[in-house]
């Protein structure tokens, strides 16, 4: 088995999840790079989930979508291979979870479009390059996320609320991460919300519905960012007879530089 | 006795005021057009205060500095007077406020050196056109400020603590202000804390050191930027023989837009 780790390259990274070698989570491997959320559809759905991306840029912002039939994200590296090269995906049948392959090549179609939707790993190491600690991170744990009732527009048969991750921190801390993710607006951009998480309906900040229990020090605030696990969750909302999706955590390792990301 | 308002220009504004016809606060006074608070120290001193300013930018940021003996913030304003120009001025001796004159004509000395510097009020216009509501001036009151316990680097002898204003508002609402101020450096820039305030020592929110009570609605969090107040707190601290400064809220009204201050 191989062991993928911080420093492996996008395209050895790639090929050992490809080769069936990887199947964890991609979190802390190839650092540097850009990861993405994956939702997969058919095409007569394709017009009406990129209005709702449109619609809800902070938690949905694209950073690809695919021509129908294709598996190359043109954007994110000319090697990669939708199907293959994410360590584990999800498929669903009208809303419900039905498999977690390890690959999609069985169960491709040619109608199929794949929307690479940005993720807030991208913005966590320009926060620690400019001094902001990443609790979680040094924690080892995987970032705390929660539902909100915050309602997403709707379009089409997407729709629900807002899901969001929360890195708990330091007040001026806060400010500093607004002023560095306000730059990224493609990897969910500002902070949707702080300090006060029960004014967006989070009632129990130590129990996050997806993730770890958070790690807050005395002084903390919590600080809540749009995050990529909303899509799926309207994606199961929608009920389509057919989609797919990565599995939460288990992203797709891009070719872009997280630094590229700046300002776009 | 002229009655001043948002619409006057600057240069009426200040002719009113140095006519006598005009002795009250500037706050609401010719909108549109930075005000500034008012350091004058004999040039002995003058050195010792710009280091001052440069170490602690976010309380003292300085928008002109007068020649020795000059009564004219070449920066802000040929027809400005700054003898005349102000509605109300403070006099100190060894740090005791010895006297409030309309004027400083009979005081004014050929070693004096003048530093003009940036005002929050600068900020809260953008911060309305964007959609912030700024509570203090829609209930017609001044904003709250506060004695922190943060300390400022000390320069020769110009030392204290930061003094804070407060805006109350909405999370949302706060980080798009923080995004709003970013850009303004010379008057304040970012917010130094928001959300927690006996983390700087402000233990009563609901008792200001000066100013009036906040005005706070339900869901709001408190946000602290440094204030001008914390110069002249600093100079009373360096017990100077002598020195001037602006009663506080009777601010020197200059010739440039708020818009110029975007971004310097």
């Given at each position: 088995?191989?062991?993928?780790d911080?420093t ?17 989570t991609?979190t ?6 850009a ?11 394709a017009?009406?989930?990129?209005r709702?991306c ?17 598996f190359?994200?043109?954007?994110l590296?000319d090697?990669?291979?939708l199907r293959?090269?994410?360590p584990r995906y999800?498929?669903?049948e009208h ?7 390890a690959?999609?090549v069985?169960r ?6 794949t929307?690479?939707?940005g ?18 991170m040094a924690?080892?744990t995987?970032?705390?996320?929660y539902?909100?009732?915050v309602?997403l ?17 330091s007040?001026?801390?806060a400010?500093r991460?607004v002023?560095i993710t306000t ?10 919300h ?10 129990d ?6 993730g770890d229990?958070?790690?807050m ?15 799926q969750?309207?994606l199961?909302n929608?009920?389509l007879?057919f989609?797919?999706?990565h ?10 530089p ?6 776009r």
């Amino acid at each position: 088995m191989t062991s993928l780790d911080a420093t492996v390259s996008p395209t050895d990274a790639r090929a050992a999840i490809r080769r069936g070698d990887w199947s964890n989570t991609t979190t802390g491997i190839a650092n540097g790079y850009a990861q993405a959320n994956l939702v997969i559809i058919p095409e007569a759905y394709a017009s009406a989930f990129l209005r709702f991306c449109m619609a809800n840029r902070a938690a949905c912002p694209v950073l690809d979508v695919s021509e129908p039939g294709s598996f190359h994200p043109q954007a994110l590296g000319d090697a990669i291979d939708l199907r293959t090269d994410v360590p584990r995906y999800r498929v669903y049948e009208h809303g419900e979870l039905v498999d977690e392959p390890a690959d999609l090549v069985s169960r491709w179609r040619d109608d199929l479009v794949t929307f690479s939707i940005g993720c807030s790993f991208s913005f966590e190491e320009p926060l620690l390059a400019e001094g902001v600690p990443v609790r979680h991170m040094a924690a080892r744990t995987i970032v705390p996320m929660y539902r909100t009732r915050v309602p997403l527009i709707p379009a089409g048969p997407f729709h629900g609320n807002y899901v969001v991750s929360m890195r708990a921190m330091s007040p001026a801390d806060a400010i500093r991460a607004v002023q560095i993710t306000t730059d990224m607006p493609s990897v969910h951009g500002a902070p949707l919300h702080l300090a006060r998480p029960e004014l967006i309906g989070i009632d129990d900040i130590h129990k996050p519905d997806f993730g770890d229990p958070p790690v807050m020090e005395a002084g903390d605030i919590p600080v809540f960012w749009a995050c990529g696990v909303t899509p799926q969750v309207a994606l199961m909302n929608a009920k389509l007879p057919f989609a797919m999706a990565h599995a939460p955590g288990h992203m797709l390792i891009t070719d872009v530089p997280n630094y590229r990301l700046k300002y776009r």
